[in-house]
């Protein structure tokens, strides 16, 4: 098969196109998106970390210096959110922005949080334990990572069910030549997500509380530091990261244990593996199959001249089943030792949220390990029509 993100079996399934791509075209362009794909472990990790590279070029040049067509106007609302957060922007407003968020993020911070997480992880395990099984992904997968973020960030509990499809619909902007109507959709969860937060950001500015939004909205006044649009932009984006991908893993992990029964059987039975095997369920199947760069400067990879002003598609799926960085790459092996994947990114841009995707994954798979240690999969499930934030419509299990 081609590489055909469009192509619901090439969804399911792109291993086989990734690997005719790393042995005969693994810089090359390709033409519906007018983009470079990079397929190799090694182009990826060195390009990620490359600083003539960039998650933008505004900050260097307008759209019509790049060669670029500005955005409709209607999308103007969803870039304003899209372009104030972290991910988008590059130093040293990155930098800056990084800063006052990392500070919830720090490795002892994110530990102290596991006694929490594994009480909701048990709490969600239970209720689908009662039931006697039901859609892991809904009843687990989604509700744990998205209450925990919830927390942190101080959304109330009332408002948690509308962060889900807010989500959703915003990251359908970020597929491959989004429908019209994705576009659309896209726009408005941005402006009414952002409405949203602006209003919560100004409670708590005048009421604070112990949680993020209030720590970031007491410095919202102050010019230097953070404005409100980039509190709106970093809040929206650590509502969107702080779940989309943990659920998608969670679900193509569970996935992947059920299609390899004997890794499953292995991890019951060794609940001491469960560390390494969270890092290969993210390299055997990323939730973010593709990463993409604009070109600030020329540049050379694998012998290939790439200029300035196009994009480069750095492809996350590939380059984990790489040959030349993982030994028999596409066997499932849960205690896989020697293991650098790159489904968290690399460089400046790496996900902040790594440690605590880490936690939440072996929590919940350590609590469905525990309480439903009969958990089997009740009908084979169908994946979501999209390519770089991929994932499950469902995955219903009997327990």
């Known amino acids: 098969m081609k590489f055909d993100p469009w192509n619901p079996e090439f969804i399911a399934h792109p291993y086989d196109a990734y690997r005719h791509l790393r042995e005969n075209d693994p810089v090359g362009f390709f033409e519906p998106t007018g983009q470079w794909l990079i397929a190799r472990h090694a182009d990826v990790n060195a390009l990620l970390r490359d600083r003539r590279l960039g998650r933008s070029y505004l900050h260097m040049a307008t759209h019509e ?93 009332a408002d948690r069910h509308l962060l889900r499809p807010w989500s959703a619909d915003i990251c359908g902007m970020y597929e491959l030549s989004p429908s019209l109507e994705a576009q659309h959709t896209a726009v408005r969860a941005a402006q009414e997500f952002a409405e949203y937060l602006r209003d919560l950001a100004r409670i708590r500015r005048d009421r604070p509380g112990d949680d993020m939004i209030s720590a970031l909205a007491q410095v919202v006044d102050d010019g230097d530091r953070l404005t409100e649009d980039e509190l709106v932009g970093t809040c929206v984006l650590l509502l969107n990261a702080g779940h989309e991908a943990t659920v998608n893993a969670t679900g193509s992990g569970w996935w992947a244990l059920f299609r390899n029964p004997g890794e499953l059987e292995r991890l019951r039975a060794d609940p001491g593996l469960m560390p390494t095997a969270v890092e290969e369920l993210l390299r055997w199947d990323t939730p973010a199959q593709m990463f993409e760069r604009w070109v600030l400067e020329d540049i050379e990879v694998g012998g290939v001249t790439i200029p300035r002003g196009v994009e480069v598609a750095l492809l996350f799926g590939s380059a984990n089943r790489d040959p030349e960085v993982f030994a028999d790459p596409d066997r499932l092996d849960i205690g896989r030792v020697d293991n650098p994947h790159i489904s968290f990114g690399a460089g400046i841009h790496f996900c902040l949220g790594a440690p605590l995707a880490r936690i939440e994954m072996a929590e919940s798979f350590g609590a469905l390990l525990r309480l439903a240690p009969g958990l089997a999969l009740a009908e084979e499930p169908a994946w979501k029509p999209n390519y770089i934030i991929r994932g499950l419509e469902s995955l219903k299990v009997t327990v």
């Not at 990155?94 to 500070?103: A, C, F, G, I």
């Not at 992904?137 to 509700?143: K, S």
């Open 65 to 157: 210096e790049f060669g670029r067509q500005p955005e409709p106007e209607f999308q103007e609302p969803f870039w304003r959110v899209i372009r104030a957060g972290m991910l988008d922007v590059e130093p040293p407003v990155h930098t800056r922005l990084r800063r006052l968020v990392s500070k919830a993020f720090t490795p002892r911070m994110v530990e102290s949080l596991r006694p929490r997480v594994r009480k909701i992880a048990m709490e969600l395990t239970e209720g689908l334990v009662e039931r006697g099984g039901g859609d892991l992904l809904a009843e687990v997968a989604e509700p744990l990572p998205v209450t925990v973020i919830a927390e942190m960030l101080g959304v109330p509990e």
